[in-house]
């Protein structure tokens, strides 16, 4: 198993990409800590793994308060000893408006959950990982935040800004044997794009703007993240991983 022995946070497990991530570390023998803001999703999540056999606790964590992201830390490495894998996913999405017409309240909240929380993630982690020996975190950008896109202004501020923040982190931890990755999934099948699946005139469009002509499972983006957490990624740091479909904007 690719990560027998090895303790791991997932952020934004409690559907979608996170909870398949989950579902596949835990089936790779990862000892799991799921942190969502959604109680009752991220324990179906925990059910899921146990029926699966495996062994996960759910911390009701708000990826954006710095007390919370600390308790989950600490919480963490007093149950199971220490912290090898943070998988920094949990994120929001944009109202569909320009830019000058995004109220400022939304401009922060969307700043605050993606791109303070995965700041909030590694500076919490880092020195937990160092004690360990070394780690593995991969935070979760987007297509969007390489590319951009219309009408996604603060959404895509954030996930570009996620991509510099790995690549920082990536620098300054790499001599302590923690690596630090990206993904930058296309469009994949989570409620996070129920908006645009409801939209018959995007819709057609949306779902086959890449080169395979289709939309991503969550499951094909926890395949690349459990690559990268995983020790066959020993020599990768600082990267961003697209998980796209060769992913074209639309
Ligand atoms: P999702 O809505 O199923 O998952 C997001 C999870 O984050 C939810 O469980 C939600 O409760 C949780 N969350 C939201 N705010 C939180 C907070 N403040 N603290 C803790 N948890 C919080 O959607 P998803 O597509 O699985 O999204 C996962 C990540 O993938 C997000 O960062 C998203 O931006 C990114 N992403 C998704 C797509 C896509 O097309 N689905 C594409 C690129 C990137």
């Given amino acids: 198993m690719r990560l027998e022995n090895k303790t791991a946070i997932i952020t934004g497990a409690a559907s979608g990409i996170g909870r398949a991530a989950a579902l596949r570390f835990a089936a790779e023998g990862a000892l799991l800590v799921i942190a969502d803001v959604n109680g009752d999703g991220g324990r179906e999540t925990v059910q899921l793994i146990e029926q699966q056999g495996g062994s996960a606790l759910f911390y009701e964590t708000n990826v954006s308060d710095s007390k919370q992201v600390k308790e989950l830390i600490s919480t963490t490495v007093e149950a199971y000893g220490k912290l090898d894998i943070l998988f920094n996913n949990a994120g929001i999405g944009n109202p569909d408006v320009k830019s000058v017409d995004l109220e400022e309240e939304d401009w922060d909240r969307i700043i605050d959950i993606n791109l303070k929380g995965v700041f909030l993630g590694i500076k919490y ?32 501020a954030s996930k570009a800004g996620v991509i510099l923040l790995t690549k920082n982190a990536a620098l300054e931890y790499g001599r302590d044997h923690i690596r630090v990755n990206a993904i930058a999934p296309g469009v994949i099948d989570t409620q996070i794009i129920d908006g645009w699946k409801n939209d018959d005139r995007k819709w057609p ?46």
Wanted: no cysteine; charged share 15%; glycine share 14%.
């Fill in 125 to 156: 982690a880092v020195p937990e990982m160092k004690k360990a020996g070394g780690g593995a975190i991969i935070n979760t950008s987007s297509l969007l935040g390489i590319k951009g896109q219309k009408y996604l202004a603060a959404y895509n």
């Fill in 205 to 250: 469009i949306i779902s086959r703007a890449n080169a395979l002509g289709r939309i991503g499972t969550p499951e094909e983006v926890a395949n690349a993240v459990l690559f990268l957490a995983s020790d066959e990624a020993s020599f990768i740091t600082g990267a961003t991983l697209s998980v796209d479909g060769g992913g074209l904007t639309f």
